[in-house]
């Protein structure tokens, strides 16, 4: 029973073009949420986190917003660069523990 | 601070053997969580320590796994004895407040 679910494996954007990465969860305890970055043949990097207390967070070009009515946060990356072409996991957090999803794969085509 | 350091970076062996993965955490962090990463499951969490004591092992997926954390620098993952299953890339993870930092993981391959 899957409480994080990234329901899109892949996605593929333009560079330049907004990247937007969603994550559902359904257990409504979950009160920090946490995005990482994953390269292969290394281990997840923090990327942007946001409080159950707010509804937006921004870090440079990246943006994540929660809609805990619907139980949906996604993060929204503008402009997208080639760079950014990696693993992207998003994670709910309950009392310190976080539950991943299962990741989505971006690629940035110049 | 250098990180999560995990050791090995990756370990073939085969199946019946004995396996030890290795984590040393970040300083001042009070969880440790180890692991799983699988196409199938995704980053699947097999268990976790809160001050050195461990509070939830149900994601260990059967009796060949174990975990130790004899003090806060360091920990274990053994798996007693290896099968090819348990082919995959193992994370360890340290947190303070909820953020937590990963390793590099090692990618165990049992043949």
């Known amino acids: 029973d899957q409480q994080v679910k990234q329901n899109s494996p892949s996605l593929s954007v333009q560079e330049g073009r907004i990247s937007i990465l969603n994550c559902d969860y359904t257990?409504?305890?979950?009160?920090?949420f946490l995005w990482y970055k994953k390269y292969p043949a290394e281990g997840p990097t923090f990327l942007i986190s946001?409080?159950?207390?707010?509804d937006k967070n921004e870090d440079g070009r990246f943006t994540v917003f929660l809609n805990k009515s619907a139980k949906h946060l996604s993060l929204h990356i503008v402009p997208s660069q080639p760079g950014d072409s990696a693993v992207y996991f998003c994670?709910?957090?309950?009392?310190?523990?976080?539950?991943f999803g299962r990741g989505t794969s971006l690629i940035v085509h110049p | 601070d250098a990180g999560v350091i995990q050791s090995p970076r990756h370990e073939v062996t085969e199946m019946g053997q004995e396996v030890t993965l290795r984590c040393k955490p970040i300083?001042?962090?009070?969880?440790l969580f180890w692991y799983r990463q699988t196409m199938m499951r995704g980053l699947e969490l097999l268990i976790y320590?809160?001050?050195?004591?461990?509070?939830?092992d149900s994601g260990m997926p059967e009796d060949r796994f174990s975990a130790k954390m004899p003090n806060a620098s360091f920990s274990t993952l053994k798996i007693q004895p290896s099968e090819p299953r348990d082919s995959a890339v193992y994370f360890c993870?340290?947190?303070?407040?909820?953020?937590?930092?990963f390793g590099q993981g090692t990618r165990l391959t049992v043949v």
């Open positions: 993870a340290s947190s303070f407040r909820g953020k937590a930092f």
């Open positions: 257990n409504s305890m979950f009160d920090y």
């Open positions: 946001i409080s159950s207390i707010k």
């Open positions: 994670a709910a957090t309950r009392s310190y523990i976080p539950t």
């Open positions: 300083s001042g962090h009070d969880y």
């Open positions: 320590f809160n001050n050195n004591v461990p509070i939830d």
